[in-house]
């Protein structure tokens, strides 16, 4: 066992990334995948960061917010989910997802939104519970850091 596990996790301790393929089934007759269906895809991936993190708690999501659609996905399109821990406060932790689209004709990825997810981890009561706390090795770690704690506080203002 490292000296790191022992202090905490590192957000690459829990980061992911997901590919799912859109179907008609996942967009308006004008071929663009629905917003709600990318909002359902985000809350999953940064669910399943803060399992990764928090290990034996449940976790719920307390709030999606700052999420921009800057371009549209389409019918056909591998939409890509990349995930990452940002900050953790004692029970509540803040998920940044990047949302990618890829025509899978064309080879080209286009950044189409981003998204701040707040996580809550709870016991078996339903009450908010302690995690484990991240570890900040660089200073990419340290400024998204101090980024979620602003928007943290912002949040419960």
């Known amino acids: 066992m490292s000296k790191d596990s022992l ?7 829990s980061k992911s990334e997901t590919t799912i393929m859109m179907l008609p089934s996942d967009a308006n007759p004008k071929g663009n995948v629905f917003g709600g269906v990318i909002l359902k895809h985000i809350d999953l991936i940064a669910g399943l960061v803060a399992k990764r993190h928090a290990g034996h708690a449940n ?8 999420v921009a659609f800057l371009k549209p ?4 399109n591998a939409l890509i989910l990349s995930a990452r821990l940002n900050y953790v406060k004692r029970s509540s932790m803040e998920v940044e997802v990047i949302i990618m689209a890829d025509d899978l004709d064309s080879g080209e990825r286009t950044l189409t939104g981003t998204a701040f997810v707040t996580v809550v981890a709870l016991d078996d009561a339903g ?3 302690k995690v484990t706390p991240l570890i900040l090795r660089t200073e990419d770690d340290r400024r998204r850091f101090l980024e979620g704690e602003s928007r943290m506080n912002a949040r419960l203002k």
């Open 7 to 13: 202090r905490g996790k590192h957000s690459n301790d």
């Open 73 to 76: 996905v389409f019918i056909g």
């Open 127 to 129: 009450k908010p519970v």
């Open 59 to 66: 976790v719920v999501t307390a709030s999606i917010d700052r």
